[in-house]
């Protein structure tokens, strides 16, 4: 077999945490068993919000990594307004939450760096993998967003090398994702978002999505798009690691960043209200936040009956989050609560789905993640709107916790494995 290259262009990767990262640092790490040689395009000097340098073990070492210096606004932002941190991840104080910098900085981002901060590198790396392109006959490129103006990049290099195989890699959509109408965007900045959404998935030989809703949304807006969901790696998921380990106590478990947007708010009424009227619970039960949880929801929860309850273990490395995972009896997820992120599936599920764990998930009804949690038999899926039925819910999975029956009874989740993904991509790319 002849072994083809592929060069990829993600602002995120290694030492970057999050699960942004993983999803093409998992597919290079795969490419090559299906014929494939991966090649990275990634920022010399970028500002990440998070890091994780665990993740190093995974780039292969015979990897090619290509970097150019990328100059992007938000280290001067973080210096104006701290809260600036939080819209490198699309994060952003709602409501009474905002002060009048986090207006200013939102409306600046959203009208002055179109589509984001990182739009600075799109001429420089143009003008840059033109050259190194034809140099090294490479035929296939994929950009992976957000940032969505790495997919501004490939269309650059479409219109000047029409020969080239383009993928539009969208881990989050563009102007459908929940936060977008946060942005404060005047008419003119609306259409130009739109306008280069258009034309990305126009010029785009493949767009692919990480949901079912998101690649029939790309299609209804001219893509030639194709659904590969994120995934698991069986050698670093929960299977392999301490699954069997008994806690003394019945632990729901939040990994990841929890902002105010996805904060289930029934969910911490339903528990207070069980802490409140079942003692038997309230001595086993614990909240545990593995990750960055948004202070005005902690400080929300501390004045609440949880408060006693709570264990806060900030953010760890990956392959610490994934023993946190095993070491719980349930896991949490939630989602935006619009109708619009029904297509949204946290990368993190399929993890959850490797430790065998029951899953708790939020979201807008009918949900991608409700359909992966029926086919695998995972858990349940609830809206911003339930109450009864999430205490009926716990507490059944606390009896059975109780009498030493909360098993893992999951199915099918093996074609959520990043090789077999992997195996699907190389497919598509023919």
Request: proline residues 5%; glycine residues 6%.
């Amino acid at each position: 077999m002849q072994t083809k290259k592929i060069l990829i262009i993600t602002y995120y990767w290694p030492p970057a945490g999050g699960p942004g990262v993983q999803r093409w640092l998992k597919f290079a790490k795969y490419l090559p068993e299906f014929g494939w040689k991966p090649i990275i395009y990634t920022p010399e000097n970028p500002s990440y919000p998070l890091l994780d340098e665990s993740l190093m073990k995974d780039v292969p070492e015979d990897l090619e990594i290509v970097k150019t210096k990328i100059w992007e606004p938000y280290q001067l932002a973080e210096k104006l307004n701290k809260s600036n941190k939080k819209f490198k991840a699309g994060q952003f104080d709602v409501g009474n939450n905002q002060s009048w910098k986090s207006k200013l900085s939102i409306w600046v981002r959203g009208n002055f760096f179109i589509p984001d901060a990182r739009v600075f590198w799109v001429k420089p790396s143009t003008e840059f993998l033109e050259k190194y392109l034809q140099q090294n006959n490479i035929e296939t490129v994929v950009t992976s967003g957000p940032p969505h103006s790495m997919h501004l990049i490939g269309l650059n290099l479409k219109k000047k090398l029409p020969h080239l195989r383009w993928i539009a890699d969208f881990r989050d959509p563009w102007t459908e994702i929940s936060y977008y109408k946060h942005l404060k965007l005047t008419n003119r900045s609306d259409k130009k978002h739109r306008f280069l959404e258009s034309e990305v998935f126009k010029n785009a030989d493949i767009t692919l999505a990480t949901s079912y809703t998101d690649a029939e949304n790309f299609r209804k807006n001219g893509a030639n798009a194709v659904c590969i969901t994120n995934g698991f790696d069986e050698t670093d998921s929960g299977k392999k690691l301490n699954q069997s380990a008994i806690s003394d106590h019945f632990t729901l478990s939040y990994i990841g960043v929890l902002e105010q947007l996805r904060n289930p708010e029934n969910l911490w009424a339903a528990l207070n209200n069980l802490i409140k009227n079942n003692s038997d619970f309230a001595e086993s039960f614990r909240l545990k936040f593995v990750g960055r949880i948004d202070d005005k929801i902690l400080t929300s929860l501390e004045n609440s009956d949880l408060k006693n309850h709570i264990l806060k273990l900030g953010y760890v490395s990956h392959d610490r989050a994934v023993q946190e995972m095993s070491n719980s009896s349930i896991l949490l997820i939630t989602n935006f609560p619009n109708v619009s992120s029904k297509g949204i599936i946290p990368g993190k599920i399929f993890e959850y789905l490797a430790t065998g764990k029951q899953i708790l998930s939020f979201g807008p009804n009918e949900a991608d993640v409700s359909k992966i949690l029926q086919e695998t038999s995972a858990g349940k899926h609830f809206s911003y709107e339930d109450s009864e039925e999430i205490e009926d819910f716990i507490i059944q999975k606390f009896k059975l916790w109780k009498n030493g029956n909360l098993s893992e009874n999951t199915k099918n989740i093996e074609q959520f494995s990043r090789k077999n993904l992997t195996k699907q991509l190389s497919e598509l790319l023919g």
